[in-house]
């Protein structure tokens, strides 16, 4: 399973992006697939998950209510929508996705296939 995301770059606070994630080698429609981010000197986080088989959303506490995780299975396509960035959302985000259809955990030990990330600054 190949993962290419793209739609990061540098944004004022307050601005929004929209990630894309598009994967090759297998569908994934059915699995869960996820959002994860990694700012310099942390550990990588999740930030969204969003199940295959009923749709079910999984959102990190500290991006409730600013972004919205959204798949489309015909182009085996997920989505990151950020909307009022802070200077803290800046890092690395990477698509993720699990083995099986459910990874029975929302942390990124749990996905086995990552993609390249991509870079999102956000400027004060």
């Known amino acids: 399973v190949q993962l290419q995301a793209s739609g990061g770059g540098l944004v004022q606070a307050g601005g929004s992006l929209r990630l894309s994630c598009t994967a090759s080698g297998r569908t994934i429609r059915g699995y869960t697939m996820g959002w994860f981010r990694q700012a310099p000197g942390k550990e990588r986080e999740t930030v969204a998950a969003?199940?295959?088989?009923?749709?079910?959303?999984y959102y990190a506490d500290f991006v409730k209510g600013r972004f919205t995780i959204s798949r489309d299975d015909a182009k085996n396509t997920v989505y990151l929508q950020m909307n009022s960035l802070k200077p803290e959302d800046t890092a690395v985000y990477y698509c993720a996705a699990p083995e099986g259809p459910n990874p029975g955990s929302y942390f990124p030990y749990a996905y086995d296939y990552w993609g390249q990330g991509t870079l999102v600054t956000v400027s004060s």
């Open positions: 969003i199940r295959g088989s009923d749709g079910s959303i």
